[in-house]
Structure formats: C-alpha cells, structure tokens
C-alpha cells in the first residue's frame, strides 16, 4: 500500500505561481509512475501531467508550457510547479501513482494510489 500526501495548495491571482509537492510513503517511489489530476466543481476528474519512472513526461495540452512535473527520487516526492495560473485552473488537485508495466497515462484508471487532494483557487 502506498500513501500519498499533497501539499502546496492556496489561493493565487491569475497570473501567479503555486508549487504543489506529493510524498509517497514507498521505498520503491523510483520504480513508480506519478501522475497529477485535478477536479472542479461538477467536472469529472481530469489528467494534468504524469512522469513515467524512467522519467518521460506527459502534459495535457491546457496546461502545456505553464506547468511543470519533476521527480526526487530521493525524496520520494514528485512535483508540480504551476506557472502563469488561470481561473480555470481551479480545482482540487490529486496526485496518483502506478507500479504498471503498461500504462496509459491519462487514464485515472491506470492508477492505484491516490492521495487525499489539495484545493487550488485562482482569483481573477
């Protein structure tokens, strides 16, 4: 079992930054696939952006140029720096991981750990 635990959340002007942080409690966090969704009120869950554990690297295209996942393995945390911030961005963003040798990374499904969410609110 994989825990997972998001922080980093907040309000934000649109046009400003936030950088969110995801830690697993895992001692193979390396050998884990790490993927960031997000949901908004009365919207089903959305991909953001993943990062295969070979370090491959998957955007949807609304977020494209504005945000930026990485990896510390040796933290075992994965982030999410969050530039150039729109009210559309708002929602609760969830951090998910998967230990599949095949993936489709934009699939909720393909993930088995989720963490608990963090609230992201972009003031216009």
């Known amino acids: 079992q994989v825990q997972l635990v998001e922080s980093g959340g907040g309000l934000v002007q649109a046009g400003g930054s936030l950088r969110l942080s995801c830690a697993a409690s895992?001692?193979?966090?390396?050998?884990?696939?790490m993927g960031w969704f997000r949901q908004a009120p009365g919207k089903e869950r959305e991909f953001v952006v993943a990062?295969?554990?070979?370090?491959?690297?998957y955007y949807a295209d609304s977020v494209k140029g504005r945000f930026t996942i990485s990896r510390d393995n040796t933290k075992n945390t994965v982030y999410l720096q969050m530039n150039s911030l729109k009210p559309d961005d708002t929602a609760v963003y969830y951090c998910?991981?998967?230990?599949?040798?095949?993936?489709?990374?934009?699939?909720?499904?393909?993930?088995?750990?989720w963490g608990q969410g963090t609230q992201v609110t972009v003031s216009s």
């Open positions: 998910a991981a998967s230990a599949r040798a095949t993936m489709t990374f934009n699939a909720p499904g393909s993930y088995a750990y």
């Open positions: 895992t001692r193979t966090f390396s050998t884990y696939h």
């Open positions: 990062v295969s554990w070979s370090g491959n690297t």
